[in-house]
């Protein structure tokens, strides 16, 4: 039995993302996500103009005069959520948790998705897979899905994207759009994102703290890693610590950007301190210029 307060944040998710999704985002979706190529619809006969490379031979050799075959865009699309939900996904030094933003976004590209009759699925997963919902359409799914998100208990605490990406090619047989929905603080994931990105439309969603990249000056601080449990004493008031932490950040930042681009990978980045609609925004406009 799902309790009341999951169920209240599930409506209230559907009533905050309801208005965003008919007012903004309805149209920039369909725009960019139109389908995942042309399939056959039917045949009739040639006409002037026609290009001769659809002409089918074999209904052409049957009545003795040209045929031709008619391509529909195939619309429906598939929509995976993978999403990171292990435990530095409970970090959060402004209004929310980075997981808290991860399940709102979530919610916004669902309703999204379903408003455009496509199908929706969701993979959870830490050091190992904790949830699959197989793709389905419809509202009372996606509700599902974000009942899931909201209710879910992790049972491990660590981060595999490689698992995950190599469980999302074994499950996922058809082309999908899929969103990543991660911090990616995880091990080397570049062999199976590669692979991944082959076969399906990965959109990297990249939850961060500002205090993730730079420390203000508030003296000796005890941090833990939420992951792992380790603890370690960093003295804030040193502007040396202070500069190596912002460096080392920002060389995996360039790191991590560097792999996606390579592989024409889109990335959204989203921080914890700001709100992700304006980044999703310029997102969903800079596909849409791609495919005028």
Not at 116 to 136: A, H
Not at 213 to 219: I, K, R, S, Y
Not at 273 to 286: A, G, H, K, N, T
């Amino acid at each position: 039995m799902i309790p009341k307060e999951i169920l209240k944040k599930v409506k209230r998710l559907e009533i905050t993302t309801r208005g965003l999704v008919n007012d903004v985002f309805s149209g920039e979706y369909h725009s960019v996500f139109r389908g995942r190529g042309m399939e056959f619809s039917e045949v009739r006969e040639y006409q002037y103009g026609d290009d001769i490379r659809t002409i089918d031979w074999n209904v052409t050799a049957r009545q003795g005069h040209p045929f031709v075959k008619v391509f529909e865009e195939e619309r429906e699309l598939t929509v995976m959520l993978m999403v990171d939900a292990s435990s530095s996904g409970e970090f959060g030094t402004a209004s929310r948790l980075k997981g808290e933003i991860g399940v709102e976004i979530c919610a916004l590209l669902a309703f999204s998705a379903i408003k455009n009759n496509d199908k929706v699925g969701l993979i959870i997963f830490t050091d190992k897979i904790e949830k699959f919902v197989p793709p389905r359409k419809g509202k009372s799914h996606v509700l599902r899905v974000l009942r899931e998100l909201l209710y879910f208990k992790p049972e491990e605490k660590k981060t595999d994207i490689a698992l995950a990406l190599e469980y999302l090619n074994r499950v996922a047989k058809r082309r999908s759009v899929v969103f990543m929905i991660s911090d990616f603080i995880s091990g080397d994931f570049e062999k199976p994102l590669r692979i991944a990105n082959k076969r399906h439309d990965i959109v990297a969603v990249n939850i961060v703290d500002p205090r993730e990249m730079e420390f203000p000056d508030v003296g000796y601080i005890e941090l833990e890693d939420a992951e792992t449990g380790e603890q370690m004493l960093l003295n804030t008031g040193d502007p040396g610590v202070r500069d190596l932490f912002a460096a080392e950040s920002g060389d995996e930042k360039n790191r991590r950007e560097r792999m996606f681009s390579s592989m024409n990978v889109d990335t959204i980045s989203i921080r914890t301190d700001e709100s992700y609609v304006e980044p999703l925004i310029r997102f969903f406009r800079m596909r849409a210029r791609r495919f005028r």
